[in-house]
Nanobody, 121 residues
Framework: QVQLVESGGGLVQAGGSLRLSCAAS????????MGWFRQAPGKEREFVAA????????NYADSVKGRFTISRDGAKNTVYLQMNSLKPEDTAEYYC??????????????WGQGTQVTVSS
């Protein structure tokens, strides 16, 4: 089992950047594919990005390709989401998640509590 704690959310103007972090507890962090999801008010939760166990493979939603970058640091048991060129439509609660499935899967087993990102126009 793994526990996930997100941080780094906040208020930013359109065009700005934020970096989200997700700290994972447990010794098996390196065994999990890691992902980021988001949920805006009144909308369903949606996939944002995923990174494979090795870190060699990544997957992004079309809406964030070229603007967001997911990465992981095994030594720190942390996964990051660098978000650039932010748009008001990126406003949402962002969740970190972990799965034992491949980075192309959308089935995740463990979730963090979320961190709010608000982008003003």
């Amino acid at each position: 089992q793994v526990q996930l704690v997100e941080s780094g959310g906040g208020l930013v103007q359109a065009g700005g950047s934020l970096r989200l972090s997700c700290a994972a507890s447990g010794r098996t962090f390196s065994s999990y594919t890691m992902g980021w999801f988001r949920q805006a008010p009144g909308k369903e939760r949606e996939f944002v990005a995923a990174i494979s166990v090795s870190g060699s493979n990544t997957n992004y939603a079309d809406s964030v390709k070229g603007r967001f970058t997911i990465s992981r640091d095994g030594a720190k048991n942390t996964v990051y989401l660098q978000m650039n060129s932010l748009k008001p439509e990126d406003t949402a609660e962002y969740y970190c998640a972990a799965t034992r499935f491949a980075y192309t899967s959308r089935v995740y087993h463990y979730w963090g509590q979320g961190t709010q990102v608000t982008v003003s126009s």
